[in-house]
């Protein structure tokens, strides 16, 4: 039906499921960093007109929270690009006992643009 008519698919059975029910199951962290995260660590996705990171939260036992996704726009080649994603890595994440946290660890990808721009923005950071 949908390939040939474009109708919308409804499931026929069961019940549906009040938003509600789901709303009252989220968890809200009143801080950037969870309580159970003891170190911060960064990924970023190098694209020919962008930088995509994310920081992640570790906690004891491989637990792993998404604390922050940044997207940076703009080319890799120019430098005002490259101040904010040095901006993005000094970031300060506020745990939830009041502390502040930095970035630990990065892994920057090099594919995809000039290995060259991220081996030495890496030597500035040196925390890869």
């Known amino acids: 039906v949908n390939t040939t008519l474009g109708e919308t698919w409804e499931e026929a059975v ?53 604390v922050d996704k940044i ?18 890595i000094n970031k300060k994440y506020r745990h939830a006992d009041g502390t502040e946290m930095t970035i630990s660890r990065v892994c920057w990808d090099t594919g995809g643009i000039d290995g060259e721009i991220v081996y030495q923005r890496s030597k500035k950071h040196g925390v890869f």
């Open 14 to 66: 069961g019940e549906k499921l009040d938003h509600q029910v789901l709303m009252d199951k989220v968890v809200r962290y009143t801080a950037a960093v969870p309580a159970r995260v003891v170190y911060l660590t960064a990924g970023i996705d190098s694209q020919r007109n962008r930088f995509e990171m994310y920081v992640w939260g570790w906690a004891p036992g491989e637990e792993a929270f998404l």
């Open 71 to 88: 997207i940076i726009m703009g080319r890799p080649d120019e430098e005002e690009t490259l101040l904010r994603v040095d901006a993005a």
